[in-house]
């Protein structure tokens, strides 16, 4: 009993990947792919390509909505991959240019990329599918055969990382070891923010009162130009009542001095005008004397009796 176990240890095949990564499930329908994704991988970690096509068009059989159905798994494993998470893609994969998409995803992320190849024989398949709930049909089946045969010598030459073969004979006895390891996070590049750094809060604007705006010191210029000074600085509304007083002006420059020419005599400086005097006030009137009382006259020598 004991040589038995030390035999069927000897013949399981262990195989080890890498967190984040792509993993490739390639083979014709009908081998063992969904099942043995599901019996080695979480059910969150498989990105399938029928669970796909009914969530896009609620008909996991219709095969008219390939494109849709492909930009979703394609969407899923560009996620997964940002956050370091293990993409199983559990699909025919029989294109060179479908697997190549993978690969320039991969290479993009800086992941791994492994591919596993089911090599089971065509009777065994055709046998599957007819058991299965959804079947594809036998000249399906054929056909995805002979073009796996074609993928298994292509493949070798587009640069995956790793290729498992999976025989009939190995589907229960594959060891899988997942190791994480995370992918280093881009460099940021000079003039870009971060992600998840946030800019500064805006200066809020000043609240406008019913108050008169600052006036601004005026330039060289609003010293020739008072009404321009005028409308820079504009004075408040005087209020009610109050006496309006006159605008301010600005002194007018002095005029340069100009230096008389070589020969001839300075021009004679006009005397300033006489300041006239002011006028004297006119004398005060003498008051009238009003009727009913008795007021003394100077009499007259030529009158007297």
Known sequence: MAQE??????????????????????????????????????????????????????????????TQAFALVRFLTELRLGLNRLCVVDSTALTAAHRKEYLELAKRFQVPCVVFLFDVPLEKCIERDRQRERTVGAPVVERHFLAFN??????????????????????????????????????????????????????PWPQRTGRAPLAREAGPSSQYHPSLQ??????????????????????????????????????????PPPVAAPPVPPAPAEPKSSPGTSSTTTSDPKNSP
């Open 230 to 271: 005028q409308r820079i600085a504009p004075q408040a509304p005087p209020p009610p009542g109050a006496q309006a007083k006159p605008p301010l002006r600005a002194p007018s420059p002095p005029r340069p001095a100009v230096a008389p020419a070589p020969g001839r005599a300075p021009a004679p400086v006009a005397a």
């Open 150 to 203: 074609q993928t298994k010598t292509d493949i070798r030459q587009e640069g995956f990382d790793q290729i498992v073969e999976i025989g009939e004979d190995d589907l229960d006895k594959v060891q899988i070891e997942i190791i994480f390891r995370p992918i280093p996070q881009p460099a940021v590049s000079a003039g870009r923010r971060p992600e998840g750094e946030t800019r500064p809060a805006p200066r």
């Open 5 to 66: 176990q030390t035999a069927n240890q000897s013949q399981e095949k262990r195989v080890r990947l890498v967190r984040p990564s792509i993993v490739l499930l390639c083979g014709p329908a009908a081998c063992g792919k969904s099942t043995f994704a599901e019996r080695h991988f979480r059910p969150t970690q498989i990105i399938s390509s029928d669970w796909a096509r009914g969530r896009v068009c609620d008909d996991e059989r219709d095969q008219r909505f390939q």
